[in-house]
C-alpha cells in the first residue's frame, strides 16, 4: 500500500516535469536566443550603462559574472552588519563578522548553507532585500552560465558567447520572477504566511503561551527552491508548517525545484539544433534520478539502525503530514539539485539513508542539478565520456561536432578535480590542524563516533558543491567553520564557473567537424549509459574511501 | 587582461544592475506578494489562527503546541502532540529537530524511556505505541499525529475528563483527515483541532 502510494506520488511528479519539459524548455531557449528587448529591458540597460547588443568574448563575460558577485557578496555582507537600523529587523543586532561572512558568500554562491538559526538571526529586510534577491540572481547567474556554454557548442568560428547582462536581466525577469509570482501565491494558499506581523504571542489551548512568527515566506520560499537556493526562512527549513504546510505544498515544492533544472536540456537540444541530444541528457539525469530515489526511499522505509528499529519506523526528523516518502522525495530532489533545503533532517536518516544525500552531492549535482549549474556540469561530463569511448573503442573524440581536444579535456578534468579537492581538503583539515580538531570535535560536532565524521564530511560536501544542506546537528557557527566552509563555498563555485566559460570560449571558436563514420552518435542509449557509468565511476573512485570512514562503517557495524 | 579601467567599469555596471535588482526583486515583488496576499487571502497569509469557542485566538491550525504543564509534564486529559525538539518543546520562535543520528544512545534511551512513559500513561502495552509517539519531528512544530496514536490516547482522555469511550473515539474519527487529493502524504490528526473539539465538548 505505501509502496503503491509511493508510486502514485512519484508517477505525478513525473507526469507534470514531462508536461513542463517542451513548452518552459523551448521558452527558455527563446528568452536566451531571442535579439529583441522588452521595452522596460531597454530602460534598464540604459541605466546599468550596457549595450544589449555587445557581445562578450569569455574572459569579458566571466568578468561580468565576478564583478556582480563580488558586488553582491560585499552588500550582502553589508546589509547584515546594518540590521541593527534597518526597518522590520525584529530588534535583531548586527550579524557577527565570521557569520556575516559566512551568510554572504553561501547565498551569492547559490548555496544557502546556514550556520545560523533565522528566527534569533535575520530580521525581515536582511531576509528579503538581501538573501531573496540572491536567491535571484544567484540563479540567473547559473543558467547564464550554463545557456554561454550550450552557445560554445552551438557556435561555429565564433570569438564570443553572449552578453552576460543581458542573460542576467532576461533570467531574472522573464523567467525566475513571474514564475515566483504564480507560485508564492499557490503557496499561500497552501498556507504559507506572507505578512509583516513579527512574533505572535497567543494563549494556548493549555494555557500555556506561545510565540507565532510571521513574516514574507511565501515570497522568500518560491525562489529558494525554484532557484535551488534552498536556505530557509525558518530554521526547521521546508519542514516548517509556515514553509511547506501539507503534503501537496510538498509535491508542489519538489516540482518547484525540479522544474527548470530538467526542462533546461530541452533548451540545450534547442540552441543546438537537435532536440534528440536534449533527450539523451535528460535520459542520464532522470536515470541517475529516479535510482537515487528508490535506493533512499527503501533504505528509509526499512528503518535499519538501532534507534530507528526500537521507535518501530525512521521517523526520527520526519513530518507526520509527509511520512517517510515525502521526506525521501524532497531529501533525493533537494541534494541532487543544488537546492539543499530539507523538509526532514538527514542527521536522523538510517545511516545508509543519510549517505544518500551526500552521494548525492558528490555526483556534482547533475541529475538534474542546480538551474543551469546542473547542465554545464553534465556537460562536462559528456566531454570526458566522448573522450573516454575515444580511449575506448577508437572514436574520435568529438561532441555535437565540436572537436574535444588537449584544451577542452584539460579544463573538463580541471572542472572535475575542484569540488572533490575542497570537500576532501576541508575534511582532513578540519581533523588535522591542533586547536581546529578539539574546536570541531567538541563544539561543533553533536553526535558521538562515526556520525560526527559523517556530519564534518557532509558540512564540505554540502559547502563546496553549492547545496546548502546539512547533518544539521553540526554547530557550524564557529571561526574556523564559517572561515573554511564560505571559502569552500566561494571556490567550489566559482573555479568551476571559470573552467566552464574557457570551455565555452574554446568550443564557440571551433568550426564544426563534418559527421564521419568514426563519430560516437550521442544520442543514443549507448551513450547515456556510458555518460550514467562515468558520472557513478568518477565519483565512486572519489569518495569511496572517505564514506568508509563515515556512513558506510556506521551503516554496515 | 583588461586594463584597470575597464574592470571599474564593470563593476560600476554591476552595483547599478545590484541596485536595481534589490528594489525590483526585493522590495516590489514582495510587496506585490503581500498584498495579493493580504487582499485575497488574508487567514492563510496571515498563520491560519484558530480560535476558541470565546472567540480568542489560541494558536494556528498549522503549528502543533503543548499540552503539558509548566513543568513540562503531560496533562492528560488532553490530546497529545510527538516529542518535540523546539525549545523546550513547541516553541514557535525556535524550530528545530534533534538531530540525533540513528546510533546516538541518548535517542537510543530517550525512545525508550517515552515508550514506557507513554504506554503506562495510556494503559496499552509498550510494543502497542507508534512511531511518531515516540520519535521528534523535523521542526519540532508538526501539529499532527498519526490516527493511530490519537486512538490509543482515547480511552486515557475519555476517563479524564469523564466521557464515554465511544464518544471521544467518535471525536477522533471525525478528526482524521485524508490523504491530499487521497494519495499524496499520510493519513494525519491534527492535535490542536482535536483538543478544541474535545474542549468544546466538554465546555472547557
Redesign the interface.
Known sequence: MAALLAVAQAATLALVLGLLYRPLGDYMARIYTSDRDLKVERGLYRLIGVDPRGEQSWPAYLRGVLAFSLVGLLLVYALQRMQAVLPYSLGLPAVPEGLAFNTAASFVANTNWQSYSPELTMGYTVQLAGLAVQNFVSAAVGIAIAVALVRGFARRGSATIGNFWVDLVRGAFRLLLPLSIVGAIVLVVGGVVQNFNGFTEVSTLAGGTQQLPGGPVASQEVIKLLGTNGGGFFNANSAHPFENPTAWTNLFEVVLMLAIPFALPRTFGRMVGSNRQGYAILAVMATLYVVSLVTLSALEAAGNGTAPQLAGAAMEGKEARFGIFGSTLFGTTSTLTSTGAVNSMHDSFTALGGMMPMLNMMLGEVAPGGVGSGLYGMLVLAVIAVFIAGLLVGRTPEYLGKKIGPREIKLASLYILVTPTLVLAGTALSFAIPGVREDVEHVSIWNPGVHGMSEVLYAFTSASNNNGSAFAGLTANTPWLNTALGVAMLLGRFVPIVFVLALAGSLAAQRKVPETAGTLPTYKPQFVGLLVGVTVLITALTYFPVLTLGPLAEGLS | M?STR??L??????????L???L????A??A???A???L??PA??????VH?AAG?????S?????????SGAP?PG?FQP?PSA?GDG????????????????D??SA??ER?SRVAAADGVSPDAV???A?????????????PEYARRQVARVAEVRGLPEAEVAKLVDAHVQG???G????E?VNV?EL??AL?ALVGD
Do not use: C, K
Open positions: 583588461a575597464t574592470t567599469r564593470t563593476h560600476w555596471v554591476a552595483l547599478r544592475a545590484m536595481v535588482f534589490t525590483v526583486l526585493g522590495v515583488y514582495t506585490l506578494v503581500t495579493i496576499g493580504q485575497a487571502l492563510r497569509a496571515n498563520g491560519s489562527l476558541d480568542e485566538v489560541v494558536g494556528s498549522l503549528i502543533g503546541q503543548s499540552f503539558a504543564d509548566a496533562l488532553w510527538r523546539a513547541y516553541d514557535g520562535g525556535a524550530s528545530s529537530g534533534s538531530n540525533l543520528g540513528p546510533e546516538n544512545p535517542l537510543v525512545i525508550g515508550r507508534p512511531a511518531d515516540l520519535t521528534a519531528s523535523g521542526s519540532g512544530l508538526d501539529p499532527h499525529i498519526s490523504r491530499d487529493l494519495y499524496l502524504g499520510d494525519t490542536l483538543n478544541l474542549a
